[in-house]
């Protein structure tokens, strides 16, 4: 606890960003009590309304509290952030830890299959793999999983090969320790801080790639609020209410702004090396 | 101008109060204090100590390579009345190369790898003489001969990678001498090469600097390379000079306990009952430097005095800075090695 | 020297077919990712049993996986990539009908990303630490956090709708009417250089970084070089091999992230081919473009490969 209130003090822009997304991750939760209106809830004598007293950022096309909307996406954004990278460490970090601990021709096949994904433009594959599962928020964060999965490969095989040819690994097998006790003593707590620094950069991608597939009608469905699928509404309507469009693309930027700060802490706070910058 | 300069008793450098500072404000700790000695023309001197007693620093400081924005460079280092400190970095720029020169310790990683060894001799001789890139390359060629490198012309064309680390460290002498400096400061030149290598390295630094009356600046923590290499001993410890003297005179009989302990700790070729001495502890770093001798606590003979400051004592013949030197003799080695 | 530099190229090409092959094998099992039999879900909904079975023949479906896959792989080398679902036109002239204008704002992008990447990245690692480099990273941070589809519409916003000064969406092919093609990319190419510029900046900055702290930069510095010398000549020959990978990936990157810039401006590019067809279960489409843009990258990478071994004199020839 100490620990973390002294790197909170020496780190402001990581203690900003954590304290962003708790407050976030709080809103989220509070959205269904917080908000002032219903987020489906449509009303034609009020639509695309001009900020005001009653609805502090306006309504949209159908009519709908634009500030209400905005709260109850949180969720949908944190939760497809949360998911595309799970579903990325699930499939990625197993089989590069494994690839680079059993090395050979095992090795020399899972990293040219690594790169060959890693060839892919993301979102296009996201595209076409959600394409395939079938369109909806969690198909698609799926496939951004799946698009995120050869570079948490590569990032888990480079850290288990450098820690492999740590003297106490050999030392730890001369013991006759099992492979499995090796990778889950010795190499996991070692190679995973470069990880964990990659997985926090990913959920501002994950967000984005929400986003974006959300304003591609490939993500959140309507009528449930999405930032992206907010932005792809204020877009058709740019020309009458213009102003719609700020809220919803703030929300991603300083989302993503903080997941990536947050990462950026996290690498300075776990690495040693980094500390004297 | 001083009467000195005019009757050619100048040294060709003189260091006086020089003073490194690491950082700024109050974070500020002395990694080098109150540092002087001279090199007169074609001298040969001998820098040694531990690591982390400022030998790098007081070579690096010498040729304005130390960062600008987070060290502090104070102090005097007089070359024809000029002092260096007070150049501005153009004309600090036309002495590095040309009248100062530097090699380092790797020679692998002090070469640029994506260019040819001809090039990086080539353009010093550019950035510092007016000539056409025929000559340039024609004396390029020449100086590689000069270290000793077989087949000049065509090792001209080739990339670092492809040499050896000892043809590495004759190439990066080569560029160091091509604009013939008058003074050469050798940072380790040859901590990072074989054993045998070694010996043909520092032969041919001896061999070039008489030849071209180049003086020589020797920082090494291998006391066995200035006995065989220098003139003269210069002894550092956590920032300050110790002791400075004549070769002969210190390894013979060192006044400073530090030289002293150095020079025990030098391995010998015959056979030894008793087991090699070592100097106990470990150089303070410059943050948490002992008020008074800063050798004291690592010091077998330390006594009241020591508690207190001690000056650089001027001896005559040599300089010590050790309270109790008049009263000590202390052993050193006993024959000059490989003299 | 010339020669082995040509035998180089040519092991790297040919290094590139087992890539090539793989990536063939995740077009195609793309498809086979859809749960269920995908003679169904080709079919639609109120499909005859007749109508299932026919589409279950004539895609080859009712065949074994590996003779589907060779059979798509040998079409596939031949140009063939199927035909489209819905409009049953040739997939391949529809790609070659799309390519144009995504590459048109992708190159357009790239060119922008180094125009304005390059002189900023250096920029900042010249000037570690001070407050040039302060704001050039938080400017680089907010490019990679930049949702681009969203700079795009506030691109469409005030340029196009508010100033006037550009069109807001559409294309126009380069070859009939250039003027209007440059015009028609210049707002998808900057809302796209956002993030391209973020990239190049941090990573030719670390690049810089990181040589500039070599020891031969002391080196250069110690023979009396001026530091002009060693930054033009030295320190960015050396960047220059991290640079042109760089390039590699913000060609991948731009290529993905034209999908949702090009929904924007409704450019008819390989994006909006591919959502369309994505929404509409067109999935002949769906493999073609996916498969057509990683041959495009692919080939760069090996172009990229190709010209660092000619770069890098360390690379073992």
């Known amino acids: 606890m100490t620990a973390l209130l002294s790197w909170l003090r020496r780190d402001l822009r990581g203690a900003i960003s954590l304290g962003f997304l708790a407050a976030l991750t709080l809103l989220a939760v509070l959205a269904p009590l917080i908000a002032p209106y219903s987020p489906t809830a449509q009303s034609v004598a009020e639509m695309l309304a001009e900020p005001s007293g009653a609805h502090w950022l306006g309504t949209d096309d159908l009519g709908r509290d634009v500030l209400s909307r905005l709260l109850h996406a949180i969720g949908a954004s944190l939760y497809a952030s949360v998911l595309a990278v799970a579903v990325g460490a699930a499939i990625g970090i197993p089989i590069g830890f494994v690839s680079g601990f059993v090395g050979g021709w095992f090795d020399e096949a899972i990293s040219r299959v690594i790169d060959t994904l890693l060839s892919f433009p993301g979102i296009v594959l996201a595209v076409g793999v ?48 099992s492979p499995w006790r090796i990778i889950r003593r010795h190499i996991m707590p070692n190679a995973i801080q470069p990880v964990i620094v990659q997985l926090t950069l990913l959920l501002a991608m994950g967000l984005l790639a929400e986003a974006s597939l959300s304003f591609l009608g490939l993500g959140v469905q309507p009528p449930t609020p999405s930032w992206g699928a907010m932005l792809a509404r204020a877009y058709s309507y740019m020309e009458i209410a213009p102003e719609q469009m700020y809220a919803p693309g703030l929300a991603i930027l300083f989302t993503a702004l903080a997941f990536n700060a947050l990462g950026e802490s996290l690498r300075i706070a776990l690495d040693p090396t980094m500390r004297r910058r | 101008m001083m009467p000195e300069q005019i009757n050619g008793n100048e040294p060709l450098l003189r260091v006086s109060g020089l003073n490194v500072h690491f950082g700024i404000g109050a974070a500020a700790v002395r990694a080098i204090a109150d540092v002087g000695f001279t090199v007169r023309k074609g001298e040969r001197v001998g820098i040694v100590g531990e690591s982390g007693c400022g030998k790098t620093v007081t070579g690096l400081a010498l040729m304005g390579l130390l960062p600008r924005h987070t060290t502090h460079v104070t102090g005097q280092m007089l070359m024809d009345g000029r002092n260096l400190l007070e150049l501005g970095p153009r004309a600090m720029q036309r002495v590095r190369g040309r009248q100062i020169a530097m090699i380092f310790q790797e020679p692998m990683n002090a070469l640029d790898p994506v260019f040819t060894i001809g090039e990086q001799i080539s353009e010093t001789l550019r950035a510092h003489f007016r000539i056409g890139r025929a000559e340039a390359r ?44 008058r003074l050469l400061i050798a940072d380790e030149p040859t901590t990072a090469l074989d054993v045998t290598i070694q010996a043909q390295i520092i032969d041919l630094l001896l061999e070039l600097s008489s030849r071209t009356e180049t003086a020589l600046l020797f920082i090494t923590h291998d006391l066995g390379v200035v006995a065989s290499a220098c003139t003269r001993l210069l002894t550092m410890y956590a920032g300050e000079i110790v002791e400075d003297a004549d070769v002969d005179a210190a ?9 002293s302990g150095l020079l025990r700790s030098l391995p010998r070729l015959t056979p030894r ?29 330390r006594g009241p005095l020591c508690a207190n400051p001690v000056p650089l004592i001027d001896l005559g013949d040599r300089r010590v800075r050790c309270a109790r030197h008049a009263e000590l003799t202390l052993p050193g080695c006993a024959e000059r090695r490989l003299a | 020297m010339m020669g082995k530099r040509v035998r180089l190229a040519l092991r790297r090409a040919a290094q590139v077919i087992p890539v090539l092959i793989l990536a063939t094998l995740v077009v195609f099992l793309l498809l086979h990712l859809v749960p269920g039999d995908p003679a169904v879900t080709l079919a639609g909904e109120n499909a005859t049993e007749e109508h299932i079975a026919e589409i279950r023949h004539f895609y080859g479906f009712d065949q074994p996986l590996a003779v589907q896959y060779l059979h798509w792989l040998a079409n596939a080398a031949q140009g063939d990539l199927s035909h489209s679902l819905i409009s049953s036109e040739s997939v391949r002239t529809s790609i070659l009908q799309h390519f144009p204008a995504t590459l048109l704002i992708v190159g357009l992008a790239m060119l922008l990303s180094i125009a304005v990447g390059v002189p900023l990245g250096i920029l900042a690692a010249t000037h570690q630490g001070g407050p040039i480099d302060t704001a050039v990273t938080s400017l680089a941070s907010l490019g990679v956090a930049l949702p681009n589809f969203w700079l795009a519409m506030i691109l469409v916003g005030w340029f196009a709708l508010q100033l006037n000064l550009l069109p807001a969406t559409g294309a126009a092919a380069l070859t009939e009417d250039p003027v209007s093609a440059l015009r028609h990319a ?7 250089s956002a993030g391209g510029i973020a990239e190049v900046v941090r990573q030719l900055r670390s690049a810089l970084l990181e040589v500039l702290s070599s020891q031969f930069v002391r080196t250069l510095y110690a023979k009396g070089l001026p530091p002009r010398l060693i930054l033009w000549k030295h320190v960015l020959r050396n960047v220059g091999v991290t640079l042109l990978t760089v390039l590699g990936i913000l060609f991948n990157r731009l290529l993905g992230a034209t999908v949702v810039v090009e929904a924007v401006f409704a450019i008819p590019g390989m994006g909006s081919l591919i959502v369309q067809a994505a929404i509409a279960k067109d999935f002949p489409v769906v493999q073609g473009v996916v498969f057509a843009m990683v041959l495009v990258v692919i080939l760069t990478n090996l172009l990229i490969d190709v010209l660092y071994s000619m770069l890098d004199p360390r690379v073992s020839v």
């Open chain 2, 138 to 181: 024609d004396r390029a060629v020449a100086a590689l001969e000069a270290v000793g490198i077989p087949l000049p012309a065509r090792r001209y064309s080739e990339y670092p990678h492809q040499l050896s680390g000892g043809m590495r460290q004759r190439a990066m002498i080569a560029i160091a001498l091509a604009c013939e400096p």
């Open chain 2, 251 to 259: 390894l013979v009989a060192p006044r400073h306990p530090y030289t």
């Open chain 2, 273 to 301: 009952k008793s087991r090699l001495p070592s100097i106990a502890g470990q150089v303070p770093s410059p943050a948490e430097m002992p008020e008074g001798c800063r050798f004291a606590p690592r010091c077998a003979h």
């Open chain 3, 186 to 192: 210049i707002l998808p190419a900057v809302a796209l």
């Open chain 1, 130 to 177: 959600t394409g395939a599962l079938g369109i909806g928020l969690t198909n698609g964060m799926i496939a951004v999983g799946i698009v995120f999965s050869p570079t948490l490969a590569r990032l888990a095989r480079a850290q288990t090969l450098v820690i492999k040819h740590e003297l106490y690994v050999d030392a730890a097998r001369c013991f006759g320790a």
